[in-house]
């Protein structure tokens, strides 16, 4: 009998944020598989290991996936990665490769699984809560309002003349993998008319939440998420209560979140 694979989202950094689908299948999952050198000290096996301890005692594998953009080097990767999960799929174990956020978006899970599924071995998708949903919660805004558009943009891969052409789309931006050209990022979006919102460590210790392009310091780490709010266009409906969202971008504390225990 073969093992299945599944690619486990975790949610961007609070275990409360994990689902009871994810928190289940690590529990029935004979093997837990972690990407990096070191499954223990990835970030994604410490978040999951505060929602289902049972984590500690599971048989673990490290699954190294260079940071690179070299594609012969990642095709290679992928392959070797494959291999190695299908070392244990044909044992017959079940196999959970947990990932940041959610294992539909951005995620080496789908390189992965990919090659699994080829194989002939059963796959399933568990998802977990996108940073950019826990980003715009934290930060205390919607996301979209009426019939706006949502973009996810990987900011972090982009020229900067690329960047501002994007942000002439309308509705709303999110802004992934921004940390690597933060710099460019900034420059953009100071040049964009849009309203600004960066959580830096969404859900985890250590997380800032920044309101205003100016606001972004440019030393933000690899965990920022930016949410690029189009301002609100002469269709939609507006009254006295809408001065709160303007009111947001001058507010310096930060919105109370009720999962975070770090507000009691």
């Not at 970030?43 to 490290?62: D, F, G, H, M, N």
């Not at 830096?200 to 606001?215: F, H, V, W």
């Not at 266009?233 to 009254?239: L, R």
Request: charged share 25%; hydrophobic share 40%; proline share 6%.
């Amino acid at each position: 009998m073969k093992g299945t694979l599944y690619g486990v989202g975790v949610g961007p950094g609070n275990p409360e944020l994990m689902t009871l689908a994810a928190v289940r299948i690590i529990r029935e999952s004979a093997v837990i598989a972690c990407p990096g050198k070191d499954a223990r000290q990835s970030t994604a096996y410490r978040i999951a290991v505060q929602a289902e301890p049972s984590l500690e005692t599971k048989e673990l594998l490290a699954v190294d996936m260079p940071m690179t953009r070299d594609r012969a080097e990642l095709t290679k990767s992928f392959r070797q990665g494959a291999l190695l999960l299908e070392s244990f799929l044909k044992q017959g174990k079940d196999v959970a490769f947990l990932t940041l956020g959610d294992p539909a978006v951005y995620s080496t899970f789908a390189y992965l699984e990919e090659r699994i599924a080829g194989l002939g071995y059963p796959t399933g998708y568990i998802s977990g809560v996108p940073s950019f949903c826990a980003a715009a919660a934290e930060a205390g805004v919607p996301l979209t309002e009426w019939d706006e558009a949502l973009h996810i943009i990987p900011a972090g891969q982009m020229d900067e003349s690329e960047l501002e052409e994007t942000l002439r789309l309308p509705g709303t931006c999110a802004l992934m993998k921004s940390g690597t050209r933060m710099d460019a990022v900034k420059s953009a979006l100071a040049g964009s008319g849009r309203e600004v919102y960066m959580v830096e460590n969404c859900g985890m210790p250590g997380q800032k939440i920044y309101r205003g392009a100016d606001s972004i310091p440019d030393t933000a780490g690899y965990f920022s998420m930016i949410l690029a709010k189009e301002e609100k266009g002469s269709n939609q409906p507006s009254d006295d209560l809408s001065e709160g969202a303007e009111k947001r971008l001058s507010e310096s504390e930060s919105i109370l979140n009720p999962l975070d225990s770090r507000g009691k």
